[in-house]
Every structure is written in structure tokens, then in C-alpha cells.
């Protein structure tokens, strides 16, 4: 890479296992971009200072990782609308002595289930379990496509209710505890962290409608129990591994006003997993 080329990076904690690399370097590859990504990692109680340096070195922005995208949030000078929404920052740009902060999480999930997966979301009803840090991101983008209803459903309802009554304004949205649902949905999207410890969220068989979409954040090589038990109950399931490309491909517009081709970089990615 010459010397000209921009600096860019993902903070996080551990970091070492972090696709975002190889993802943005497919991206500077396929739009003969001059930019370097690199794998930065903080002290826990350093992301401040790191940004700081990293700023100081050059660099024009980063993507930010577990455990500080609070933090990113609350450093950021400047917000985007969906970055204030979700109350989370993924992505920091460098702006002229100026830190601005987006969020492209929930766009990538947006994206990934109705671009790519061709499942639409406007009249219909999405079910997205969990209300921690991963659900609160993608509230504002899901209710962008005007779906009939979202119902945020969590282990501890009132965390659901307290998510819900944040975007009462943006849309038809309800909250829910898992024993409750009834209903069946055409999308149900688990963003709970329960399939790192290959926990289920309980939720009633009957939540799966008649060609529903059954989304997992998470991603594998196998399928999360959580799609593994969608599948039981006849449901089409998807990983979040393209959702994972489709907010590094959002971030890389941000950065670089152009957006790359995802579907090469989805598909050499699945076949490295
Ligand atoms: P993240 O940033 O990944 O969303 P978080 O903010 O800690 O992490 O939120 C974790 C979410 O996963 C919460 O909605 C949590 O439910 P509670 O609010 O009841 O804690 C949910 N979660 C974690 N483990 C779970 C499990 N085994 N079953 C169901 N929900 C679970």
C-alpha cells in the first residue's frame, strides 16, 4: 500500500478475532480504494486515550467493537440520527478535528433480510427478541420499512416495555415477555445474547408463521440453536453473518461515499467460516 493510503481500524476488546479486516480490505480491493484497516486494540479502560493517539496519527476513522461502543457513543462530538436512536456507536469518523458517530448495525440487518434474503418488511409483523444493546440498534431501522407491527419480546419485560416506549412515536410498536406470544409473525429476529452460551430464548413454537424468516444475529459455521429449533417449527433461517458485511459495507460508505458489491465478500467469507 503506498503511503498516501487513508488509516482505518476496529477498537475493540479482544479484537484478535475480528473479520473486519479481511471485509474492508475486500472493499478497498474491488473499489481501488487507498486504505489500510487494521485490528486496534484498547485497554479496557482506554478506548479515550487510543482514539486520541489514533487521531493523532492520521487515521480517518474506525469501527468500534465490544466493549465500547457506550463509550464510542458518549465520545462522539457529533451524532447520526440512527446512531442517537440506538444510543450506540459502531462508527467513528474523523472530521476535521471533529469525532462523529453513526451506527450501521441495524441498516446492515435491514439490508441483509430484505435485499438479501428478498424478505420484505413493510404490512408485515417482525418479532425482535431481546432488548439489550444488539435490539435497541435495529428498533429505528426496522420501523423505516413501516412493517404492520414490531414487538420487542424479552426475558425481562420490562426492559421490552421500557424499548418499546422509546419509539412510540416511530411506529407500531409493542412489548411482550417470551411466554405470552401467541401470534405468529413473518420475521422473528433474535437479539439476545442467549446463542453465545447456546442458550434458546423460550419462545412458543407458534411465534413461526406460515413462511416466516427466522433471523439469528449470531453467526457459525453450524446453525445457533435458536435456528435450529426455528427450523423444527418450519421456519427459513438465516445467520448474521450478512448483516456483519452489510454494516461494514454502510460504515465504508461512510467513510469513502461509495458502496461495495457485499455479495463477493459475503460469499468468500461463508466459505472461509
Ligand atoms: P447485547 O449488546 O448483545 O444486546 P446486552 O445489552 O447485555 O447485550 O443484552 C443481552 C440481551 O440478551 C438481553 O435482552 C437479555 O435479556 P435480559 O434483559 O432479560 O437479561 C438477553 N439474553 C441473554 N441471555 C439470554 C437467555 N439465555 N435467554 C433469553 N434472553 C437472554
Known amino acids: 500500500m503506498s503511503a498516501a493510503a487513508d488509516r482505518y481500524g476496529v477498537i475493540g476488546n ?6 473486519s479486516p479481511d471485509i474492508h480490505a475486500a472493499f478497498a480491493r ?19 486515550s487510543t482514539v486520541r493517539t489514533l487521531i493523532e496519527q492520521g487515521f480517518k476513522g474506525a469501527n468500534v467493537t465490544v466493549p465500547f ?17 440506538a444510543g450506540a ?4 469518523k474523523f472530521q476535521g478535528g471533529a469525532i462523529v458517530g453513526d451506527n450501521t448495525d441495524g441498516i446492515g440487518l435491514v439490508t441483509d433480510i430484505v435485499v438479501n434474503a428478498g424478505v420484505p418488511m413493510r404490512g408485515k409483523r417482525i418479532l425482535l427478541l431481546g432488548a439489550g444493546g444488539a435490539a435497541r440498534g435495529v428498533v429505528l ?37 417470551f411466554r405470552s406470544l401467541q401470534c405468529a409473525f413473518d420475521v422473528v429476529i433474535n437479539a439476545t445474547s442467549a446463542s453465545l452460551s447456546a442458550d434458546l430464548p423460550p419462545v412458543p413454537p407458534a411465534v413461526f408463521g406460515e413462511g416466516c424468516l427466522a433471523y439469528d ?17 418450519g421456519a427459513a433461517t438465516r445467520d448474521g453473518l450478512g448483516m456483519l458485511v452489510e454494516q461494514a459495507a454502510e460504515s465504508f460508505q461512510c467513510w469513502r461515499g461509495m458502496r461495495p458489491d457485499t455479495r463477493t465478500v459475503y460469499a468468500g467469507l461463508r466459505a472461509k467460516l
Do not use: C, W
Open 14 to 19: 479482544p479484537v484478535a478475532h475480528s473479520k
Open 69 to 85: 461502543k457506550l463509550e464510542a457513543f458518549a465520545l462522539a462530538g457529533m451524532l447520526s440520527e440512527r446512531a442517537e436512536a
Open 30 to 48: 474491488q473499489t481501488e480504494q487507498a486504505l489500510t484497516y487494521e485490528r486496534l486494540l484498547a485497554p479496557l479502560d482506554g478506548f479515550a
Open 141 to 177: 431501522p426496522i420501523l423505516a420499512h413501516a412493517p404492520e407491527q414490531l414487538v420487542i419480546a424479552n426475558r425481562t419485560e420490562s426492559k421490552a416495555v421500557e424499548l418499546a416506549a422509546r419509539f412510540a412515536g416511530k411506529g407500531t410498536v409493542a412489548a411482550s415477555d
Open 217 to 233: 444475529m449470531m453467526y457459525g459455521p453450524a446453525p445457533t440453536v435458536f435456528m435450529a429449533f426455528a427450523q423444527q417449527h
Open 89 to 92: 456507536v459502531n462508527t467513528l
